[in-house]
Structure formats: structure tokens, C-alpha cells
């Protein structure tokens, strides 16, 4: 089953999703103009969702686009289904 990723902030391009007991966030940076700044392109990150633990960016970000840190974190979901981790 793939994310289903939901806009989560209205003024700032971060992206969020949920499944399995972990938390996905892809976030949109630039270089200049609103939003998070640093460097362009789609990073996507992933953490434990019932603990408090920092988020651990996935490898290949930044992206060049939003389909791409998606599937990146669909492939992420999968490896930790598959490892078991929690």
C-alpha cells in the first residue's frame, strides 16, 4: 500500500504521511523566496511515529521532484515493513 501524503502546512511546501508506525515528510526547499531555504529540490525524511526520535533523511534527497522523494519514501516504507523495525 502506497503513502498517502496530505498537505500539511498552507504558507510552507511540507508534505506528511502516516503508516505502520512511522512518519514520512517531504518538505520543498529553495534557495530564495518563501519557504524553507537551503538546497533546492524535495527532501524526504522518515521517523518512528510513537517515538521521540529525530527524523533520518532519506538517502538521494534532495529530489527533483515530488513523485521522486515519493517513491523514495514508499521504498523506505517497504525496507522497514521488511526489516521489522519499530
Known amino acids: 500500500m502506497s503513502l498517502h501524503f496530505h498537505h500539511a502546512l498552507e504558507e510552507m511546501e ?3 504521511a ?18 524553507l531555504h537551503g538546497r533546492p529540490g524535495f527532501i524526504a525524511s522518515w521517523r518512528p511515529l510513537y517515538q521521540n ?4 533523511r532519506i538517502g538521494g534527497s534532495p529530489f527533483n521532484s515530488f513523485a521522486d522523494a515519493e517513491a523514495a519514501c514508499n521504498t523506505m516504507l517497504e525496507h522497514l515493513r521488511d526489516a521489522g523495525t519499530t
Open 53 to 56: 526520535r529525530s527524523a533520518i
Open 18 to 35: 502516516t503508516s505502520d508506525g512511522f512518519s514520512f515528510v517531504i518538505s520543498h526547499g529553495s534557495r530564495s523566496g518563501p519557504g
Open 14 to 16: 511540507i508534505w506528511s
